[in-house]
């Protein structure tokens, strides 16, 4: 086995190892194949097809691997047989968010990566995780560090999930405090203990702190649905117009942060602003109705707002794959990040099932960064 | 995904692949971890030690894989973290002998390798296989394929376990009429289309039958029970001369059989003998006490015949994986073992354990060949 490195041995900082901005080259990309009945309508099969669509998105441009539970496994491999660039393996998970289970990979100066496996509590555990038990969600941290071949740092007790930061790979983490300082993660640590964290495991100098996220029933604000680095320097940010939206006030204040900050290497942040969808519900009554009720999981009716940001996309290489809603504003937000990205193609896939279970493209994928 | 070739396709023959000898040089060894309380005693503690020191001197000499259930992956995880040599991944399977349910490899003439997936059975199917279900270890095939990233050949439904050949790598194969003439396999078939199976999928001209191997019950006689090839040319053969030996008759005959047979080259293959052990049971009362008792398994008692052959090692590289049963005639198999093999070390293996389950190294291994 590839080795683990506790936290009473090293940390990435320690031995000269930070985390890559997403912009940076990669390897592969990694995902979860979804399942759960409770989270996802009509037996997840309209999310199956919506994650096949944004895999072979990304399979134009680099490899795709994805994890998938034995009791789905035969079905999930069939899907892809005709896929040269994705694989399919078994990887038991309890939903299919890697982003947040999975792995972070850090990078050294001769190129060398390892992984960072977070501690994983479904996102609040027992004060307001999403679902229990989350084991096998634990798990997929070491199984996609061991998949990729990489040595991996295992910290005693710190909770973290991938969605909750964003880098620059030169220094700087942006994050939220309604996520980081939630009451459900990591309780016992002071915000300097915390920022102490950020900076070992992810090789950072300076944490910038956006005050609130947008989801605060379920990820507890994740950064990646507000804010992320386009290159060093430079962000993009959640933006509407609309004062009655229910995202105006968490927009504007992370706006505002954001225009003040300054990184680790001491430059003024360039903020782009990208666009809020219009609509803010999704689902009809069928699909709400579809959703298995299960005892402590969140109820979900159409009056829901859906958690529908275009900030959840994913950087590759030569491409961002990019959500779409079937919104109004779909176009615009394709021009907006095209414009942030101008070496880029931006692919925008239908992602309208993948905001029903809480998250988008960001958070269904976990890159690995380029080795050598 | 690499590619699948269905049999209306193509076959290894006809692509010009075909089954190495197990002496041929190899990349790596995988097995499953044993995890069945109907199968093996003590929660299969005991049977999981085992492989583990099997899996342990086998890395040794080339790096070893081991898939293991979702249930059992953490511990087993842990069982290995200091191995470098060994890695363990997560492939849920209905008990562990990858020799058999798992894929025969091929290889080219270019050192390209390929699987061949078997249908697999439990040794019998409904007729008389050993357990049901069995849909996880028909899988086995697919994901050891997918591991090691080769292409797969598929026949339609044609039933074999990967214990019931043995090749020389030079056109030859060695079967029992027992097990693949056996009503719960290919009943279907005749014994002229079941020997062009074996051409078609092993890249062989010619098929030696031995009539009988030593397990009726078990796997129906399987030839890794029986004999092998020690090189081309030369094969071995179990022997004892007690007559009173419930092995005496078949161990008797395959060697006459063996002695008479020429291969696929027109040789007259030379016979080594390899001692049977002198005791024929092994199991006390607590341990059969211990297998769980399920409606369908054949039920344990310490009066059963272990099925304990020295003939079921491993050739690896530079060495044989030899099992060793706390028996009066250890010493002398492998001292019969390395006269055959003058080049190699014999690593002997205390795998009575394993034996308790119905096989012993060579079921519970499977070789990838070196590619290139």
């Known amino acids: 086995m590839r080795k683990t490195i506790y936290e009473d041995q090293s940390t990435p900082k320690k031995d000269g190892y ?20 409770d989270n996802w309508n009509m037996g997840a099969k309209p999310a199956q097809q919506t994650y096949a669509n944004v895999a072979r998105a990304i399979a134009r441009f680099e490899p795709v691997v994805i994890g998938v539970k034995p009791e789905d496994y035969a079905a999930a491999r069939y899907v892809f047989a005709e896929d040269e660039n994705i694989d399919v393996v078994e990887m038991t998970s309890d939903d299919s968010w890697v982003r947040d289970c999975g792995p972070t990979f850090v990078k050294n100066a001769d190129g060398d990566v390892r992984a960072v496996h977070w501690h994983f509590n479904a996102w609040g555990g027992y004060v307001d995780g999403l679902y229990f038990p989350w084991d096998q969600d634990e798990l997929v941290g070491v199984k996609v560090a061991d998949h990729a071949g990489v040595d991996r740092y295992r910290p005693d007790s710190f909770v973290l999930e991938g969605g909750s930061i964003h880098v620059d790979g030169e220094g700087t983490v942006i994050t939220t405090e309604m996520c980081l300082l939630s009451e459900g993660r990591n309780p016992e640590l002071s915000k300097e203990q915390i920022e102490g964290y950020l900076k070992e495991y992810l090789g950072v100098e300076k944490v910038i702190w956006v005050k609130d996220g947008i989801d605060p029933e379920e990820t507890n604000g994740h950064i990646d649905d507000v804010a992320c680095f386009v290159r060093p320097g430079e962000v993009a940010c959640i933006w509407t117009d609309d004062e009655e939206s229910p995202f105006y006030e968490a927009s504007h204040a992370a706006y505002e942060t954001l225009s003040h900050a300054t990184d680790a290497k001491g430059r003024q942040l360039k ?13 009809n009554e069928e699909q709400a109705a579809s959703i298995d009720v299960v005892e402590g999981t969140l109820p979900r009716s159409p009056e829901d707002y859906s958690i529908a940001s275009y900030m959840n996309f994913l950087i590759v290489n030569g491409a961002i794959i990019f959500p779409q809603y079937r919104d109004e504003y779909d176009a615009l937000a394709v021009e907006q990040v095209q414009a942030m990205f101008p070496d880029r193609e931006i692919v925008g896939v239908d992602t309208v099932e993948v905001a029903f279970g809480g998250g988008n493209i960001h958070c269904i994928t976990q890159q690995l960064p380029k080795r050598g």
Chains 1, 2 share one sequence.
């Open 18 to 37: 930070w985390m890559p901005g997403e912009f940076e080259p990669q390897e592969r990309i990694y995902m979860l194949w979804p399942h759960r009945p």
């Open 271 to 283: 903020v782009h602003k990208l666009t809020m969808p219009k609509k803010l519900t999704f689902m």
